[in-house]
Each structure stands twice: as C-alpha cells, then as structure tokens.
C-alpha cells in the first residue's frame, strides 16, 4: 500500500477554551500522512468509529488533572474504532481486514503499533468498543462492583443515568437486584430508564431547579435513603445526595460534567457537606478508567454475555461526519446524547 | 450507703443553641438523687472529671446527625472518669473505690450498670481515660491506621493538630515513620508540635486567611502533596488540602470543629472539590470513635505501653470546677484547649 497517497484529515487541538469547546478550538488539517513507511509492528489504520467523551473536556483546562492538560497543537486524543488497512512484520494477531479499538485520536487515518490496540470480536456490534464494552463500560463495571459494591434491596442513586457510563451502572445495579433511581435531564431519558432499564423511579432534575427541591425529589424517589451514589455529574444533584445517604453509604465520584464548562480551575460555590460524611461514615471514592484497565478481559466476559443476551442495553448516539467532531463533544455538556456518543466517519 | 443524703448536681440540656452554646442553653439543677436504692449489678459513682467534646455541639444541632439530636430536659450526656462509691450484687471486677469509665454525662453523682463502665488501670494518668486512652485516642488510633494507612516516608497533613485527636494522629503518623505537617490556630500550639511532637512543619491557619495563602502554605509545608488528610476542622483548611491532594490519597473525615457552631443545619458555601477527587481517585472516609468501640482492649494495648515510656504525649486542658462545665465546652470552639479539655469536679 502506497502511504504517500493517503490524504489524512486530522482536528488539530489549538486553544484552550474558557467555557464552551467549540471548532474554534481545533482547526481541521488535511495533509498526507507524514510517515511514508511502516516500522516493522505497525499498522496503519482508518477510523470508522471515534469517540467523545466528557474527560476530554477537562484535559482541556488550564491546570493538571490527573495528567497534564491537553497539548495545544496535536491531534486530539481519542478512543477509536478503526479498521486494519495494511501491516508490517510480525503484528500478533492482528491482520488486514480486522477491526481494532485504539487510541489514534480525531484523525482519519493513523500508524500504530500492534500492541497499542485490542483486536475486536466481528460478532458484536463495533460501536460497543467504545462504549458498553469499552472504556465507559470498564468504569462503569469495576467502578460500581469494586467500590460501590451494592448488596441486593440497597438503594443505588445514578447520577448522568442516561449517559455512556450512567446507562450502564443503572441497569448492573437493576441486575444486582437493586432498588435503582436514575437522575437525567429530559422527559424522554426518563421515559427509557422506565420502560428500557426497568429502575424504579427516576427524576428530571430540571424540574427541581432548587436544593430543597431536589432534595425533596430525592427523598421522594429513595424513601429508604442511598446506599450508593455513583455521581458522573456533580454540582446541584450532588448537593442534595450528599445529605440523603444511609451509614456507610459508598459515594463513587466518575465525572463531575456539570462543572467542565468553566468550574474547574475557578470552582463554583456550594453548600459543605463533609459533615453529612462525617455523620453516616460514608466514602467517597474517585474513579477513573484507566484504575481498571489492565481488567478488560474480566469486563468483556461480564457484560458481553449480558449485551448479546439483550439483559444490557446499550443506547448510542450516533453523528455521521468527521467534521462534527468537535460539536458533538460540545453536545455532551448540553446532554444531548442518549448513552454513549459517537461519531461515524467511515462507511 | 443511705443515697437519699446525697445531694447531685446536674447540667440539664434545655435550648438549643443557635450559635454559641453559653449556660443559657443549660440549667443547673441541685437536687438529691431521684433513686433511693441501687439494683443487683449497679454501682453509685462520683464524677472526678468530666468531658467536653466537640461531638457535643453536634447533637445540639437541630437536625439529625449519626442520631437524633440530643433530647432536651436531660442531663447533658458525657464521657466520665469517676470514683465507684457503693455497689450492688454481682458487679463483676468492679468493686468499691476504684475509678471507672462511664458516660454519665454533666452530673456529679449517678447510678450506673456495672456492665456499661470501664474499669481503669490505676497505674495511667486518670484523666488519660477520656483523652489519649479513651475515647479520642480509639479515634485517632483507628482512623489513622484503618483509613489513613500511612506509609514510611508519606506526607499526613493533620487539622486540629494540638487538639484532643489531632495530638494524639500527629505523633502516632511520627511514630510510623511519615512526613508530618500539623495545623493549628496559634504560635504556641505551633511551638508545641516542633517542640513536642517533632512535627516536620506547621502552619498557623491564622496566619493564611485566604484560600490562595493556605494553599501556598500547604504546598510549601507539603512539597511531595499530600497522602493522608486527617481532618478534624473543616472549612477553608479543608478547602485547600483538597486540591494538593496526592494520587490515592485517603482524606480521613473525623471532624469539622469549624462549622459546628452555625454551618450545620444551613451549610456555608465553599469551593466545590469533587473533581479533585476524581483526578486523584482519592478516599474520604467518615470516622467516629464509636465504629470503633468493640476494638478498646488493642487501642490501649497499642497506645498505654507508648504513654508510659513517654513516646506518646498527652497534653490536656483541664479546667477545674463542675460550674464551669458550658463555658469550657464553648472554648473548644475558640481553640482555647490544647490537647484534651477535661473539667475536674472533684479534689
């Protein structure tokens, strides 16, 4: 295969944005691959499936995360599903033709090593790489069963319920023979954790635009109280959950993406609440992805069985267009996906 | 023993308070006891000290906390280290004249079950019973070392850390080995932790009264982060020791003294912190000393050996005079105590 004829396109990360990410932010380069030759290993690659995810936004700000922010002037990191176009030496068992999940980024081509990517099973749906059997599925599955650890009857209170990893969470715990209560942002993501989830109550935070408010609503959908939190959201919601926990309540803290548009490196106010910690012995557990990501063999085996079986449904949004990259990722902060969000760029 | 000749004395708990607790919120009542006779297995004790604690500003809050608030029209409940006067049929090792641990509360004199108190080894210190090897030493030892777990060479950043848990926390994480930093509210405290404690830093949190100063004073007094986090205080402390937090940090939530005289029941507002916790995957954990009441017998095997040979310092405020009683409970607000405040009522 001829490298030098390949036409790359490629989102370029260029600002920091200070509310909104926008295109601005990135600029689109269409340019031949810079590389003219596999090393022996490689694999070049084209993106059918990539992904946006909330964390991306907060590699963005100005100050560390749990890395260092986002380098200005490279192709945005993301998780990708692409395809194998051509490979060089002894690559495993990867091969021409085969689909692999990998971290190529907003690019629409890529040369990776062999060992950089995971070889995906063709008999289930590839968008699942990065989402139910993916990233969002190990946080949501090792998140919820190694710290939350929810014992059948306890209240499991899902913030972001209807989100990549929420939707997840909801439905595990439902499994786990669970009283489940979803928190999501519209009528209609109700309306799916109801009929689709099977949870026991669910609410719409913007009907209950106050603490005490909300809390009410809490109260009302957990009248025994919260046994486990697992909170993608943050601010307001966690506010008024942080004063309905049981003893020994387990709080698992997977995003906070009510905050990522701006309340990151400038934290907005809200109501202490350690006390009410202090009160039930309660934890608080920060989790990311990438605690768990030498388990995916363990995850695989748990919820694939469950994903073909059709006991764990996997809501995707999917964008078709390369070039609606960046406002797709712009869309998560507005709740505009159902489950997890993807952009189709390949046939 | 003819109990009808004595005449007891009491703090009866009558009004909340709605800031500072005064003697307003008490009333002081001199009465013979109520009860004439004692049963089988019950002793008359005499109070010789008596202790405030912070815990006890808590259940005069209005709202429920680890139980409902503190009933009013009733002795003001509290740990004691008293003198058994007379017994009753089978009472075990207790016999008369030896000096027990109950929780008799504000009151001179009180008939007690056999089975609820504590017998003391008249070798130790009395007053040692309700500090360093009573109650909160069980805190400070069970917290540090089931929570906090500190490593040689961690750093443990320890609020409230000339107070009654904060003392005993500092020089046990000293013991182990750690980089220690203790927070105080007075240069003399200061001197102590050096002096004493052999503290590594400390800092005067008066004399950092923003968030940016008390983060620049963290950050040089904890250069490699923060591992272990043992709060006692809350507040503006905590808000800073938050966001220099190190990966896997176990952030130990024992108490909030700061918000205890107003921001219990209607929170103050601080800085949102969560998504540091995410970064960091980072455990709060709440602690009371009774989670860890069944464990005394290994707390005081651990920590009396280290109070005798004097590795282990006590410092203790005791004011004497049973009418003093509300006054000193609203000094540990004020910081007025170093190490255990403890009312002495007998010769």
């Known amino acids: ?71 200005l002037g490279a192709v945005q990191g993301a998780g990708v599903v692409a395809k194998v176009l051509a490979v060089k030496g002894d690559t495993g068992e990867i091969a021409v033709g085969d689909f692999v999940n990998c971290y190529t980024g907003w690019q629409m081509y890529a040369i990776c090593a062999a060992s950089a990517v995971r070889k995906l099973d063709p008999t289930l749906p590839l968008s699942t790489a990065l989402g139910v059997l993916g990233m969002p599925g190990r946080t949501a599955y090792f998140g919820l069963h190694t710290v939350g650890r929810p014992q059948v009857g306890e209240t499991v209170l899902v913030s972001g319920a209807a989100g990549a990893v929420g939707s997840i969470v909801a439905q595990l715990a439902k499994l786990q023979g669970c009283r489940v209560v979803g928190i999501v942002g519209s009528a209609a993501k109700q309306q799916l954790l109801q009929e689709e989830f099977n949870l026991d109550a669910t609410i719409n935070y913007k009907d209950h635009p106050t603490l005490a408010a909300m809390t009410l609503a809490l109260k009302t959908a957990c009248p025994q109280g919260i046994d486990v939190y697992f909170d993608n959201v943050g601010g307001p919601i966690t506010d008024a959950a942080m004063t309905w926990l049981n003893l020994r309540a387990r709080v698992i803290i997977c995003g906070q993406i009510s905050q990522y548009n701006g309340g990151l490196d400038n934290p907005e106010l809200g109501p202490r609440f350690l ?38 449904r996997y809501p995707e949004t999917i964008i078709t267009g390369f070039e609606n990259l960046p406002a797709t990722l712009n869309a998560l902060f507005y709740g505009n996906n159902t489950g997890k969000m993807i952009v189709k760029v390949s046939p």
Do not use: C
């Open 1 to 71: 295969m001829d490298l030098a004829a390949i036409i790359n396109k490629q989102w370029i990360y260029t600002a920091r944005p200070t509310a909104e990410v926008t295109a601005n932010n990135y600029q689109l380069v269409t340019a031949p691959l810079t590389k003219q030759e596999l090393a022996p290993g490689e694999l070049l690659v084209q993106a059918h499936y990539i992904s946006v995810d909330p964390y991306m936004r907060i590699q963005q700000a100005a100050q560390d995360s749990w890395e260092a922010p986002h380098p």
């Open 275 to 312: 006390h009410h910690i202090l009160y039930k012995r309660a934890l608080i557990q920060g989790i990311l992805a990438r605690d768990f990501a030498d388990r995916m063999p363990e995850m695989l085996a748990a919820l694939a069985p469950l994903v073909r079986s059709g006991q764990l």
